[in-house]
């Protein structure tokens, strides 16, 4: 995996000069602790623990929201070059059904329970967001599935009518979403979990210095912004099946500034090859974080450059079943990408944030830090700092 953006800062910064998988030549001492120059580490091992990294705000992505450009979409997953990749990670996403939940009086309600019935089955479940939206999906891990006999069930009320299915017809979603209003439904507490899910293999090394350095401002500015709703931070960090630890976790808390100290005392290290342990790495974030259920929003950033084991023994199963437990939960995952070569990751990704509602966040060359990052297979994009792009989103899904 590349450590373009690490690299890049390091030199920027005159900390060192690195030789091979990213080690520093002669070493590197600060108050902060010590760069190995065997491994690339400081401290107890991985190169980034308590580096003191670059100024906040330097690094540039973009987002993409292929739910909001369904038609987009479509073309990629019917065109001849990207076509095949539903069947690489078992993810079929040709039948929709996007739903929008509101009151009498046109309020769109969040935290509300959506759920698709097929016959007398329940085929999925989701939850409205903080804008009264959801979508549902007819079997979108069986590359056939048919579409008769199909209802929407909203708090536990089945709806009259069949819903409308997008498929890959090439039109807006706006044109086939299906509107449901609903009395009485139970407020949704002014409460927000944020979670953040962070590879820490050793290409990742230049990304948790990023949040070590501008989670305390990103927070601090979503907060600013967002007074009135209780919001609540937590972490996992994973690397993979052979190394220090798989998975660990940080649960939530209403003081981020716990959250912070927490991803402060972590560090890059391990790996080897491109895959990691992301089903692990969702597994956990399912079971070690005590998500409220009963909140306005959940959402959690998946930060990445790597894609999962899609052929080892109960991955792809183990994928599947979190993201369906993610969207029943209404917990959006927001991937970002962050320098890898690999379209396998790029599209892995993308499934995850369009089966839970989510988007698409990747880095991008406009900073001018780091090498080239692969360029995404998306229309017109707005270039942003990563700082204001998360602050946006996060601000866009609790507010």
Same mark, same amino acid.
């Given at each position: ?10 030199? &920027? ?7 091979? !998988? ?10 902060? =602790? ?19 990294? *670059?100024?906040?705000? +330097? ?9 909001? #450009? ?110 449901? +209003? ?34 305390? #401002? ?5 907060? =600013?912004?967002?007074?009135?709703? !209780? ?14 630890? +798989? ?10 500034? !716990? ?16 895959? !990691? ?16 259920? #009963? ?40 991937? &970002? ?23 698409? +966040? ?20 707005? &270039? ?14 609790? *507010?």
């Amino acid at each position: 995996m590349r450590k373009t953006v690490f690299l890049a800062l390091a030199a &920027v910064l005159g900390f060192a000069s690195c030789t091979k !998988e990213g080690a520093w030549g002669d070493g590197y001492k600060s108050d902060m =602790g010590e760069y190995s120059a065997s491994d690339g580490a400081m401290g107890p091992g991985g190169y980034g623990q308590g580096r003191p990294g *670059g100024q906040a705000g +330097v690094l540039t992505a973009g987002e993409w929201n292929d739910l909001a #450009n369904w038609d987009f979409w479509s073309g990629l997953m019917t065109g001849q070059e990207y076509g095949n990749v539903s069947e690489l990670w078992g993810f079929y996403t040709s039948r929709r059904i996007a739903v929008r939940v509101a009151d009498a009086a046109g309020n769109r309600l969040p935290a509300v329970t959506v759920s698709l019935e097929q016959g007398q089955k329940t085929i999925w479940t989701a939850r409205t967001d903080n804008l009264g939206e959801a979508d549902c999906w007819v079997e979108p891990y069986l590359r056939q599935a048919g579409t008769e006999d199909l209802a929407i069930v909203i708090d536990g009320v089945r709806q009259a009518g069949a819903p409308k299915v997008t498929g890959w017809n090439i039109q807006t979603p706006e044109a086939d979403v299906n509107f449901y +209003v609903i009395d009485n439904a139970p407020a949704a507490e002014k409460r927000a979990d944020l979670a953040f899910i962070v590879d820490a293999t050793g290409s990742m090394g230049d990304e948790i210095a990023f949040l070590k350095k501008d989670l305390i #401002n990103i927070l601090d500015r979503v907060k =600013g912004g967002q007074s009135d709703i !209780e919001l609540r931070t937590g972490t996992v960090f994973y690397r993979d099946s052979g190394d220090e630890y +798989v998975t660990k976790f940080s649960d939530f808390t209403r003081d981020y500034r !716990e959250t912070v100290r927490y991803i402060s005392m972590q560090y890059a290290r391990g790996g080897g090859d491109l895959p !990691e342990a992301v089903h692990t790495a969702l597994e956990a974030g399912l079971k070690d974080l005590s998500w409220n259920l #009963n909140a306005r929003a959940r959402v959690a950033f998946l930060i990445l450059d790597a894609p999962a084991h899609r052929d080892h023994q109960g991955v792809i199963e183990s994928l599947q079943a979190s993201i369906k437990r993610y969207a029943e939960s209404g917990i959006k995952i927001i991937p &970002v990408f962050c320098s890898s070569p690999s379209k396998e990751c790029e599209f892995m990704c993308r499934y995850f944030a369009i089966l839970t509602g989510g988007t698409y +966040v990747f880095l991008t060359d406009d900073s001018g830090v780091g090498g080239d990052h692969i360029e995404a297979s998306v229309g017109q994009f707005q &270039v942003e700092s990563l700082n204001d792009l998360l602050v946006r989103l996060i601000a866009k899904y609790i *507010g």
